[in-house]
């Protein structure tokens, strides 16, 4: 490929041909302000936050769409440059309210950011605005005609990549506002929500999180969807070890710059306050909770003394880590069965303009993962029945993470050893002899195994409930003491053992995965296919 | 046949038949001489037709004075996609109405040119966009059109040479921004009227993605005659920057308003005294827009001395655009005018560029409040600043045009801003 070198703002800088003047700049670490520009979208160079002055050019040039020439040189940073964007954002606030301290968006908004480092500190503009209102889009989507900058973003966002043009420019000078056709609103688009994403401003926000939190806050912990099996890289933004939203991290392999809403709305059980907040243990004396340490001696004895086959039920919604780490004790325990449910939807929901990005069917996280571990799916699409063969046999049963609640009460009533790892109260687990508490996916480190068969990493984002450990701390404590080794002290450590274990993941460690994940070498089996 | 008003001192080219209804049908304009144009180029071949408007010097009508004929030769040789010939009938600028007048009382001319110049530059499909207001034009193009097809000029095999050009009569819903080259294509094709972003030109990637060229309705009126004629002889009237004839739309407060088709460097004075019988008895001159609302104004001294051309205008500090040339005597609030124009420009504004979109309203706003006596000295900063910030910062140049008039007035009439800004300062005290 050939390239062309060209000065910006001093420094010189090589870039392949056909690089805008926008990206050359980011080569160098300078940031061009811009709202119209978007890095997934088509370029209508009409916000003219960007102009650089680009010498020779008879008026200054759109960053986002003018290509980098050999031997150009252009400023961003002084003079004519500056003196535009000041302008510009004068222009911007003409008509802009002000209501930082109630907009959602305060925080994180563009125009905030860019008066703030380069506007004017007093406005000119003594005449009266123009009001156009709240418009309810329909979804979670609100729309604040005033706040917003006519970037088209949102609209651009639905004709190219949820191709489904619902959105549009009415209008046209400074009373052109975005609207939906005929008030027929977003009409469920499924992707609809990530519009409020783009909005580099607070035109567009959500219902959901309207007036719940202040940006500024708001932790952001890198995290992976776990609503289905696509993996969508995900922020997950918390105030007070509560999680208020979800967000999209961009990760070109995975989801781009966009999340589905199925995913992105359901993130409330993360916030259940009816967790196990202790491990407890039921002897002849009822129900007691004699704390981790004793509890562990107990459940060591019994699960040595036990004769008879081990069975265990897991959840594709736990992580790897989880699963290596109960696969670990099976095998210590003489080897067994482990089955999962998962539900599946009927269908899948691409998102036409990056159909890399779909809501797949299975709706657990983890379902790749389970299978490379061994695991055998059973039961209906609804994760509902499969768990009679599991629930009949004596011996040892292990429930790790499944909620159990479409079973009776006396489920595993049967078994000699019944151990139930959850992070919620089950009504089934009743006969279990020992529940332990663990904590949720965003409350442990973890990887998931994505349906392009994509390991992924989460970070915690919430502190654990009560006593809750994570079940690769439980699980992998067990086996390691009955193999006469010493504990696995973090997740990246069992991590390192499962790849020694799964061929898939040779080679693999969390440092290897990093932040965006790593594709294991093997071709993306489709949803329904396996 | 006394087409409004009619003066010895004009060259009646393209305006021949102004005034004469006869000439409307194909049959009477044949009789005067019709598509004799077009049976030239079809003998002399595209490659000579462009020679000839290039040695024409013709330059676009529109307002901007591109060379035509270069303009021509931008179009890709090989015909490996459709070409597209665009006629620009969306006559829009405040002041201008000379092409409505070539399309309602020639319509063949403007046919013949379009398939000339369609032939010159390998298009199959030539559109005439007309604006939205043009329902008699409209009536009277697209039945000059059904007579051009009857009769073999246009459509296939025309004039049995075996070229096929289609011709395409669009009616636009009436906005100024789709005069622009680009916001026209947009709306050519179903879209929202916008402009697009250049580079690409529309030479390269224009309506439908095409290679495209898009004239003026009074470009292409005088093709057929520089054709038939020859390019040398074109350049028997005008400068050498400026050859030819054009058509002058006045109106505003002269005697006698019209379209006057006359030499380019024609002087200005003698436009205004003598075709037009100057201002109305007792009055003076005070001010003149010579190339519609877009372009700076001048005052009575820049008239004086200023030569109808495009190098000559632009010597007297403002720009020949389409040649409307609005008149303003003595009792003109200058204030108001320029008002009036902003507003048009806030109305008229696409919306896209966020410079024009608020500029404009803005701008219409301010100087409303100075109307009114409640402005100050630092409004007149404001606006220059403001028009400063919407000089070419956006994709097209309406808000160019939108700043252009607030910047010149307070240069040369800044006495009458200062009056009405302390005029109401003083009624305040009292």
């Known amino acids: 490929m050939s390239t062309v070198t060209l000065t910006i703002d001093g420094r010189q800088v090589t870039v392949p041909e056909g690089t805008s003047l926008l990206h050359a700049a980011q080569e160098i670490g300078v940031e061009v302000p811009h709202y119209c520009y978007h890095p997934a979208l088509s370029a209508p160079a009409q916000c003219r936050l960007c102009l650089v002055d680009v010498e020779g050019a008879p008026k200054p040039m759109p960053s986002c769409v003018t290509q980098a020439q050999d031997g150009q040189v252009v400023r961003t940073d002084d003079g004519l440059a500056r003196e535009m964007r000041k302008g510009v954002l004068e222009f911007y606030l003409i008509n802009h309210p002000l209501d930082c301290p109630i907009c959602d968006q305060s925080g994180e908004c563009k125009l905030q950011d860019y008066v703030h480092s380069e506007g004017r500190a007093h406005g000119r503009g003594i005449e009266p605005k123009r009001v156009f209102g709240r418009d309810d889009f329909g979804g979670d989507v609100l729309f604040y005609g005033d706040r917003c900058v006519m970037c088209t973003r949102c609209v651009r966002f639905m004709e190219e990549m949820a191709q489904d043009p619902v959105l549009t420019v009415v209008e046209r000078g400074d009373r052109a506002v975005i609207d939906t056709f005929f008030e027929q609103g977003l009409r469920d688009s499924p992707y609809a929500g990530n519009i409020v994403d783009i909005c580099p401003v607070g035109a567009l926000v959500s219902k959901d999180f309207l007036h719940k939190a202040r940006a500024w806050d708001l932790d952001h912990t890198p995290s992976v969807c776990p609503n289905c099996s696509q993996g969508c890289n995900i922020d997950i933004h918390t105030r007070d070890n509560v999680v208020h939203r979800l967000k999209p991290r961009e990760n070109p392999e995975v989801n781009g710059h966009w999340m589905c809403d199925y995913g992105r709305g359901r993130y409330e059980w993360m916030n259940r306050g009816d967790r196990i907040e202790e491990p407890f243990v039921r002897g002849d004396g009822g129900w007691s909770a004699p704390g981790w340490h004793a509890a562990l001696a107990s459940l060591r004895e019994r699960l040595e003394a036990c004769r008879g086959p081990v069975r265990a039920v897991a959840a594709a919604h736990a992580s790897n880590e989880d699963l290596a780490a109960l696969r670990e004790l099976m095998d210590r325990l003489g080897g067994g069965d482990i089955v999962y449910r998962s539900p599946r939807a009927p269908d899948e929901v691409p998102l036409p303009g990056f159909p890399v990005l779909t809501r797949r069917r299975d709706l657990a996280p983890n379902t790749r993962g389970a299978e490379l571990l061994g695991l055998r799916r059973v039961g209906s699409d609804d994760a509902t029945g499969g768990l009679e063969e599991v629930a009949a046999g004596a011996g040892a049963l292990i429930a790790l993470a499944d909620e159990l609640a479409d079973q009776p009460e006396d489920f595993g009533s049967r078994a000699e050893l019944f151990v139930y790892l959850g992070a919620h109260p089950a009504p089934a687990a009743r006969s279990a002899h020992f529940v332990l508490p663990v904590t949720t996916f965003a409350e442990q480190e973890g990887t998931f195994t994505s349906v392009q068969t994509r390991v992924q990493r989460f970070e915690p984002a919430l502190r654990a409930a009560g006593h809750a450990q994570p079940a690769w701390q439980v699980l992998g404590s067990l086996a390691a003491s009955l193999a006469g080794r010493p504990a696995p002290a973090s997740a990246s450590e069992v991590f390192d053992r499962l790849a020694a274990g799964v061929p898939e993941y040779e080679g693999l460690s969390y440092d290897r995965i990093g932040a965006r994940g790593t594709a294991v070498d093997r071709p993306a089996a489709l949803a329904g296919e396996r | ?430």
């Open chain 2, 1 to 430: 046949m006394a087409y409004p008003y009619v003066h010895a001192s004009e060259v009646r080219v393209i305006s021949r038949n102004f005034g004469d209804p006869a000439a409307r049908t194909l049959e009477g304009y044949r009789e005067r001489g019709g598509y004799r144009g077009l049976t030239r180029a079809l003998e002399i071949g595209p490659a000579t037709v462009i020679d000839e408007v290039k040695a024409s010097g013709l330059r676009g009508r529109g307002g901007a004075g591109f060379p035509t004929g270069l303009k021509w030769s931008f179009m890709p040789r090989a015909a490996v996609k459709p070409h597209y010939l665009l006629c620009n009938a969306d006559e829009s600028e405040p002041g201008t109405f000379k092409d409505r007048e070539l399309i309602r009382w020639d319509p063949h001319q403007l046919i013949e040119g379009c398939l000339i110049a369609a032939y010159a530059m390998g298009s199959r499909h030539a559109y005439i966009y007309l604006r939205g207001e043009f329902f008699e034009a409209s009536q009277v193009i697209a039945r000059a059109l059904e007579e051009a097809y009857g009769a073999g000029f246009a459509g296939a095999d025309i004039l049995g040479s075996g070229t096929h050009i289609d011709v395409t009569a669009h009616v636009g819903a009436g906005a100024y921004i789709c005069g622009e080259e680009t916001g026209l294509m947009n709306s050519l094709e179903g879209r929202r009227g916008e402009p697009r972003v250049k580079p690409p030109f529309p030479a390269a990637v224009g309506v439908y993605s095409m290679p495209t060229t898009i004239n003026n309705v009074e470009t292409l009126a005088a093709v057929p005659h520089i054709v038939e004629h020859g390019g040398e002889w074109y350049r028997q009237w005008g400068t050498d920057k400026s050859p030819g004839t054009k058509l002058f739309c006045v109106s505003g407060h002269v005697e006698k308003p019209g379209n006057y088709e006359l030499p380019l460097g024609f002087p200005m004075m003698e436009l205004i005294e003598d075709v037009c019988g100057g201002v109305a008895e007792g009055r003076t001159l005070k001010s003149v827009i010579p190339g519609g609302s877009s372009v700076p104004l001048m005052d009575a001294e820049d008239c004086r001395e200023c030569t109808l051309c495009y190098e000559g205008v632009e010597a007297a500090g403002s720009m020949l655009g389409c040649a409307s040339v609005i008149v303003m005597d003595d009792r003109t609030d200058i204030v108001r005018e320029v008002r009036r124009m902003v507003q048009f420009y806030a109305h008229e504004s696409c919306g896209q560029c966020t410079p024009c979109r608020e500029g404009t309203s803005w701008m219409t706003q301010v100087l409303r409040r100075i109307e009114a006596g409640r402005g100050s000295e630092s409004d007149l900063d404001t606006l220059l600043d403001m028009s400063a910030q919407m000089t070419g910062t956006t994709i097209c140049v309406l808000s160019d045009s939108a700043a252009a008039p607030v910047v010149s007035s307070i240069e040369k009439f800044r006495d009458e801003y200062l009056a009405l800004i302390h005029r109401g300062e003083s009624a305040e005290v009292a």
